[in-house]
Nanobody, 125 residues
């Protein structure tokens, strides 16, 4: 069982930045694929970015060039640096993990076994 705990959400004005963190624990073997998902008001949960242990990443088209996913293996922590935020980025952001290889793209929720409780991001215009 993998425990994931997100932090770093908050309220920011359009054009601002936030950095989300996800601390992973309680695992026997480290997960292979780590990811960020988000779910906006009235929307389905969507993939934002994934990262493999070798640092390979994938991003949703909507966040390319603005968001950066990274991980600190020594600290068992996943990050999402979000720049140039706009109101469309308003959502609950979730950290996810799975023992398998990352999907070819950012993936679907059913492809990830472990989930955090989420951290809310609100961007005002």
């Amino acid at each position: 069982q993998v425990q994931l705990v997100e932090s770093g959400g908050g309220s920011v004005q359009s054009g601002g930045s936030l950095r989300l963190s996800c601390a992973a624990s309680e695992y026997t073997l480290p997960p292979h694929c780590m990811a960020w998902f988000r779910q906006g008001p009235g929307k389905e949960r969507e993939g934002v970015a994934t990262i493999e242990p070798d640092g390979s990443t994938n991003y949703a088209d909507s966040v390319k060039g603005r968001f950066t996913i990274s991980q600190d293996n020594a600290k068992n922590t996943l990050y999402l640096q979000m720049n140039s935020l706009n109101p469309e980025d308003t959502a609950m952001y979730y950290c996810a993990a799975d023992e398998r290889w990352c999907p070819a793209l950012v993936g679907k929720p059913y492809e990830f076994r472990y989930w955090g409780q989420g951290t809310r991001v609100t961007v005002s215009s």
